[in-house]
T-cell receptor
Framework: AQTVTQSQPEMSVQEAETVTLSCTYD???????LFWYKQPPSRQMILVIR??????QNATENRFSVNFQKAAKSFSLKISDSQLGDAAMYFC???????????FGTGTRLTIIP | DTGVSQDPRHKITKRGQNVTFRCDPI?????LYWYRQTLGQGPEFLTYFQNEAQLEKSRLLSDRFSAERPKGSFSTLEIQRTEQGDSAMYLC????????????FGPGTRLLVL
């Protein structure tokens, strides 16, 4: 099975500090997309950041950035200057080019310590 | 611009009853997706539509499940003869084929089968 693995069920970080969430995946495809989604408690899932596999440059969105290592099939999310509103479940997901299905990991629950 | 909406947000039913959920995608999004999320897991793909055509169904979508999108706008997901194992969050998402192809998620319908 082509899976997405998030090995950290829970993480915590002090407010204003930096935290990195890990994600590895398995695919036999060369063209695919990778995503990080955020799901706050009792709220809907929203996209945090997206990376196209053919792009070598790591994606960034304000305080959020990724470290994409294609050969290692690794896609970690770095959150800088953590804020209380960053507390949520974070899901890593993969979608192969030409395939509409998103495959998600099991998620990492991020707690922000004031 | 409103996001993806789902109705109802919560549903409690007795085993053996039929339930129907509705999803209204973002206007002009011609692709619509259904996912199921059980406790402690990431969402799992169920099916997707392009306009009114159902183009892919997961093996998770048993014969008791049926999804429709009759006019290419809103979609319904029906579960017949519900079982306790059907208890989950049912998520709907929509996207457009051009551009960044991000799937935008609704708030979900939480189903509890007693």
């Amino acid at each position: 099975a082509q899976t997405v693995t998030q090995s950290q069920p829970e993480m915590s970080v002090q407010e204003a500090e930096t935290v990195t969430l890990s994600c590895t995946y398995d695919t036999s495809e060369s063209d695919y997309y990778l995503f990080w989604y955020k799901q706050p408690p009792s709220r809907q899932m929203i996209l945090v950041i997206r990376q196209e596999a053919y792009k070598q440059q790591n994606a960034t969105e304000n305080r959020f950035s990724v470290n994409f290592q294609k050969a290692a099939k690794s896609f970690s999310l770095k959150i800088s200057d953590s804020q209380l509103g960053d507390a949520a479940m974070y899901f890593c997901a993969r979608r192969d080019f030409g395939n509409e299905k998103l495959t998600f990991g099991t998620g990492t629950r991020l707690t922000i310590i004031p | 611009d409103t996001g993806v909406s789902q109705d109802p947000r919560h549903k409690i039913t007795k085993r053996g009853q039929n339930v129907t959920f509705r999803c209204d995608p973002i206007s002009e999004h011609n692709r619509l997706y259904w996912y199921r999320q059980t406790l402690g897991q990431g969402p799992e793909f169920l099916t997707y539509f392009q306009n009114e055509a159902q183009l892919e169904k997961s093996r998770l979508l048993s014969d008791r499940f049926s999804a429709e999108r009759p006019k290419g706008s809103f979609s319904t997901l029906e579960i017949q003869r519900t079982e306790q194992g059907d208890s989950a969050m049912y998520l709907c998402a929509s996207s457009i084929p051009q551009g960044r192809e991000t799937q935008y998620f609704g708030p979900g319908t939480r189903l509890l089968v007693l």
